[in-house]
């Protein structure tokens, strides 16, 4: 017999210390470098001092956070990641993609996103911003980059079957926000795809406003005749030459692509 409160019923009323814990612990991994103090979090959180403090004070008591008396900054411990244990990923994710990309934080040194459509955009399923000591972005994972603006994005509707483009199309061209404005527009579309099927990769140079300063690249992954998504990498405007991205960085970016792509082939099938 169920015992618990059902999340959907609205039967009970939410938990508003649990709400604002949760939102304390967002806000600490989202923090540059993975540290911040009292003040910085109240401010993040529009919430006051002494309730953050308090907050972070019984996060602190479950293993979570730890304190640092000197600097009065806050960090999260390594406890955090069993609340991810028991998640459930698509298998290639978990079995292929995350491995491989592990191993590749040496040779790539710049952080990737991979992603995998998700009704007109790509929700990055594995990361390596937590791996790289060159991310400026810790809490990637579940997050969704708009598809026309984006490298990852790009990469996969340059790449994905006729259909698949035009449902993710359609799904947007009904929104009244930028993103639905974008896919209406026939000339743009062609053009964002004219561009990244020439060059075999997707590309973008700060057209997403939300992230301004940042560049990637990205190509899609291919398993057989099935476009799972794509992997990104992601770098400030002014780190990478054109000369060193296609020299350096695209050849090691398109084999670790294709390993996963090979590699997940046996999970799909199996």
């Known amino acids: ?28 991994n989202r923090a540059p470098g993975g540290f911040a103090t009292v003040t910085e979090l109240s401010r993040q959180c529009a919430m006051h001092r002494t309730t953050v403090k308090r907050l972070l004070e019984s996060l602190a008591d479950c293993g979570y956070v730890r304190h640092e008396d000197q600097t009065g900054c806050y960090w999260l411990t390594d406890h955090v990641q069993r609340l991810s244990a028991g998640r459930i990923e698509e298998p290639w994710v978990a079995r292929v993609a995350e491995p491989l990309m592990r191993t590749s934080v040496s040779r790539l040194i710049w952080p990737c996103d991979l992603g995998s459509p998700d009704a007109g955009f790509m929700a990055i399923r594995a990361s390596t911003h937590g791996l790289s000591g060159l991310s ?34 359609a799904i947007l061209k009904v929104r009244t926000d930028t993103w639905g404005e974008l896919s209406r527009d026939r000339s743009y579309v062609s053009r964002v795809l004219r ?4 060059t075999g990769y997707g590309f973008n140079h700060g057209e997403w406003a939300r992230e301004p300063d940042f560049a990637a690249v990205a190509v899609s992954i291919n398993a057989g005749d099935r476009v799972l998504g794509a992997i990104n990498l992601v770098f400030p405007k002014s780190a990478i030459t054109a000369i060193e991205l296609d020299r350096r960085f695209l050849p090691g970016l398109r084999r670790l692509a294709d390993e996963i792509g090979r590699k997940s082939l046996a999970v799909l099938d199996g």
């Open 195 to 198: 561009q990244t099927r020439s």
């Open 1 to 28: 017999m169920r015992t618990g409160p059902r999340s959907s019923s609205g039967q009970y009323k939410p938990v508003r210390g649990l709400i604002r814990g949760v939102a304390v612990l967002e806000a600490l």
């Open 136 to 169: 400026q972005h810790r809490a990637m994972i579940g997050e969704r980059l708009p598809m026309l603006v984006t490298a990852a994005g790009r990469a996969y509707l340059a790449a994905c079957s006729e259909p698949e483009r035009k449902a993710h199309l």
